[in-house]
């Protein structure tokens, strides 16, 4: 099992990152239902009232000014020693609930795995390792060890290998 957690990105406009981040747990419902996803945790900073959001989803917050401290902090409350961290605007595509059941099936096989964005630009289709990843299923302990402030950091400090399923963007 995983625990989510749901990076607010960091927009001066309230709904809009509301919006964002509740359109991502959303995707996360089937995941759940498929028991891969035990809890979630939403890390943003505060003043977006992230706090009525995680209330309403049933899920922790931590709430910090600094990205990486509130990473660490929702880490730090994850019940699972496996995170599937993801990007509050994005979403994996259809297939990701196989993809990440056969990872976690495997778990000694793989040290972390990223979701990155599907195409959108002529380059990204050409050279699809160029597009930019939204989200990261790995160990807590490992991602707890690099102290980055988002998925694409941790991945790229990890050396993840990318999911063939991709994310696309919800807001």
């Known amino acids: 099992m995983l625990s989510a957690i749901v990076?607010?990105?960091r927009q001066g406009d309230v709904i809009r990152t509301q919006e964002a981040v509740v359109r991502t747990l959303g995707v996360l419902v089937g995941a759940s239902v498929a028991d891969l996803v035990r809890d979630a945790c939403i890390a943003g900073p505060p003043g977006l009232k992230l706090d009525i959001v995680a209330d309403h989803a049933g899920c922790a917050i931590a709430a910090h000014a600094d990205p990486a401290r509130a990473l660490n902090a929702a880490l730090l409350q994850a019940r699972c020693d496996h995170v599937?961290?993801?990007?509050?605007?994005?979403?994996?595509?259809?297939?990701?609930?196989?993809?990440?059941?056969d990872w976690v099936a495997a778990r000694g096989a793989h040290a972390a795995v990223a979701f990155r964005l599907e195409a959108e630009t002529l380059t990204h289709r050409i050279f699809p390792a160029l597009a930019p990843v939204v989200g990261l299923v790995a160990r807590k302990t490992d991602c707890l060890a690099v102290e980055a402030p988002g998925a694409a950091a941790i991945a790229r400090k990890l050396r993840a290998k990318t999911l063939r399923t991709r994310a696309r963007k919800l807001v």
């Not at 994996?92 to 993809?99: S, T």
């Open 7 to 9: 990076i607010a990105p």
């Open 84 to 101: 599937l961290v993801l990007e509050g605007g994005a979403a994996p595509a259809f297939g990701f609930i196989d993809e990440l059941s």
